[in-house]
């Protein structure tokens, strides 16, 4: 488990029940109710995409389905919303 | 998929939730679409875990005919079992109205027959229809703030509520919101590290805007108290404070500010560094309007109810017949408003179905707690409004628009050529073309337009939505 990982799960918070996902092919531990986007917040990977354009590197900013920037690959559809979308077990999410 | 029901509400949160509750019981067949994978809107969004049943506030919340604080909202709250005729829909999109209130709704996979990883469409026919679309954050664009680790003071709260995770091990606060403190007391709460809060605001401009709290004092009062939990806290918070730039190179490291005159123009000389691994910045709040618009509701524009907002009469009924509006799309103030309007939406829908119970002087009562709002509505709206100049200010290597790339160099550049209004300035820049469709740009370009031309907000435009309006994978529309 990163350190990221330990650190940013508020330790008072209810859990549900803990998955396994992948994240990029790697296992990722997560729990049920949590969104895809906190999930990966929460291993510490915070670039999800690369703007086209500028070459920027792109992260969640709204947190709630307004702005599409935090746009991965969930179960191999393309452009899902990390923010709006909670983590099952055995997804596969893919960043960049 | 065709489906029909006698009331359709597009929305759950509190505005959605407190109409549905009224609306329940009169033997009507009720939907509520909402985009979020459970109930509750902006504030109910932890209360509200999954669950097959429904909820419903404490009927004696109303009681006493004045206004309601968010506290005693989201403590009323409570589960009840799925009132008979309601169903919900959840991590649905309404993508488009059409003649004769008919719907186009993006569902997720599971309610559609056969498989479908992408989703699939369904039409609804609505007999009334009522928008509780809510209201999403308005910013400030600085250098910088398309970089990771730069967020919303929203998403900050939302990773806390729903998902039990801290934004950041050490976060810095600033804009002009409310939402500031509220974010910083909730960081502390929960075992996280509030760097400092820099507030644009000078206390000054708190000061003379509390007349505007008349019917509101306990507002100033927990206002009051979030103050010194921060003072107790130790925690750093300046005011009249302005972010100039986010700097690091695949995320955020560093924030550079700048101290502010009375006007709000920055001050020259005065720029400071702060290191951060997280920046939650806002600048108030913007009616998510874009569902109505495309359904052809007239606006108005109101900077003190948070800029273009739909146009409703007394029964809260927009200018398309049988299509009313809730909440914070008819004006921003707060979960209260929201709250007593989808009551009263409600209760005019069961007028109109002849279906009309209880006493007239419940109706008069939510609307006097309708009218006590406009105070709050004016202090909140005109607390989160950054001046003119501050629009005027933006370096032309500052980007606007984050989907589609545009700077307000290019802007300038086209304003400067002519291109004066929303709609030329969209055409001519592409900005608010991408996939946000202007959700975030839209209202920053709108207040840019003003600073820089001096022109009246009729003058600028009001923005147009076609359908879909809200981006759905193309597979879906193939899938019948
Ligand atoms: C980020 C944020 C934080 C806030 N925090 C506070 C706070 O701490 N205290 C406070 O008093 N107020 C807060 N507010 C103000 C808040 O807007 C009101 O308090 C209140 O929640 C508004 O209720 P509503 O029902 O009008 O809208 P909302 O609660 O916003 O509900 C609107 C719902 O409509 C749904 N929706 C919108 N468009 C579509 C569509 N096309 N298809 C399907 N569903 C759709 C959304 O998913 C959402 O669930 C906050 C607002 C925001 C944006
Ligand atoms: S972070 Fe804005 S849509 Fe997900």
Redesign the interface.
């Known amino acids: 488990m990163n350190n990221a990982d330990t650190d940013l799960r508020i330790s008072s918070a209810n859990r549900g029940t803990k998955i396994t996902l992948q994240v990029d092919g790697v296992p990722c531990t997560a729990y049920e109710g949590e969104t895809v986007h906190a999930v990966l917040l929460a291993k510490g990977i915070r670039v999800l995409r690369i703007a086209g354009k500028t070459g920027e590197p792109r992260g969640i900013f709204c947190g709630m389905g307004i702005c599409y920037e935090c746009r991965v690959t969930i179960n191999g559809v393309p452009d899902q919303l990390a923010c709006m979308t909670l983590a099952t077990d055995g997804m596969q999410i893919e960043t960049r | 998929m065709k489906q029909a029901y006698d009331v359709v509400i597009v929305g759950s949160g509190v505005a959605g939730i407190a109409a549905a509750n009224t609306l329940a019981g009169h033997g009507l067949q009720i939907l509520v679409i909402d985009?979020?994978?459970q109930a509750g809107g902006?504030i109910l969004r932890q209360h509200c875990?999954?669950t097959d049943g429904f909820w419903e506030f404490d009927p004696r919340l109303e009681r006493s005919g004045r206004t309601v604080s968010t506290q005693k909202i989201v403590q009323s709250l409570r589960p009840v079992p799925r009132p008979k005729g309601i169903t919900c829909v959840h991590?649905a999109r309404v993508l488009g109205i059409f003649p004769d209130r008919q719907l186009l709704v993006h569902v997720p996979d599971p309610l559609c027959p056969g498989s479908s990883?992408?989703g699939c469409m369904m039409e609804i026919d609505a007999g009334y229809l009522l928008l509780a679309t809510g209201a999403?954050?308005r910013f400030l664009p600085f250098k910088g703030w398309?970089?990771?680790?730069?967020?919303?003071l929203?998403?900050?709260q939302?990773?806390?509520k729903?998902?039990?995770?801290?934004?950041?091990?050490h976060t810095l606060i600033a804009g002009t919101s409310p939402l500031q403190t509220v974010l910083a007391l909730e960081i502390l709460k929960?075992?996280?590290n509030v760097t400092a809060i820099l507030d644009e605001n000078h206390f000054a401009k708190k000061l003379g805007l509390l007349p505007l709290l008349k019917h509101h004092w306990y507002l100033a009062g927990e206002g009051a108290m979030q103050m010194l939990g921060l003072m107790i806290r130790k925690v750093r918070f300046r005011q009249g404070v302005r972010v100039t730039e986010a700097r690091g190179k695949?995320?955020v490291t560093a924030v550079v500010t700048a101290d502010l005159d009375r006007k709000g123009n920055k001050i020259p000389g005065t720029s400071q560094i702060y290191s951060a691994s997280a920046l939650a910045v806002g600048h108030g709040f913007s009616p998510n309007i874009e569902l109505p618009v495309q359904a052809g509701c007239a606006l108005d524009y109101d900077a003190d109810r948070g800029g273009w907002v739909v146009r409703v009469d007394h029964a809260l009924e927009t200018s398309v017949v049988k299509v009313y509006a809730a909440g914070e799309i008819t004006g921003i103030a707060g979960a209260g408003k929201s709250f007593v309007e989808g009551k009263l939406a409600a209760l005019s829908i069961l007028e109109k179905l002849g279906k009309k119970t209880g006493p007239d002087r419940y109706a008069q009562k939510l609307v006097r707690m309708q009218k006590q709002q406009r105070g709050y509505a004016s202090f909140l709206n005109q607390l989160c409004q950054v001046p003119a100049s501050a629009y005027e200010a933006i370096d032309d290597d500052v980007?606007i628009c984050?989907?589609?790339?545009i700077s307000m160099g290019e802007i300038r550049k086209q304003i400067a050529k002519g291109f004066v209004t929303t709609g030329s300035l969209k055409k001519a820049t592409r900005c608010g073309m991408?996939?946000?469709q202007g959700?975030?740009c839209q209202p920053v370009l709108f207040d840019i337009l003003l600073a820089l031309t001096g022109q009246t907000p009729d003058q600028t435009g009001s923005p147009s939505f076609r359908a879909p309006v809200k981006?759905v994978?193309m597979a879906a529309f193939l899938h019948p």
Not at chain 2, 146 to 152: A, H, I, N, Q
Not at chain 2, 162 to 169: D, E, Q, V, Y
């Open positions: 985009e979020n994978p902006q875990r999954v991590q990883v992408s999403r954050e398309t970089l990771p680790g730069v967020m919303s929203g998403a900050a939302i990773l806390m729903s998902s039990g995770i801290l934004p950041a091990r929960n075992k996280g695949n995320e980007l984050r989907c589609e790339e991408g996939r946000c959700r975030i981006n994978p």
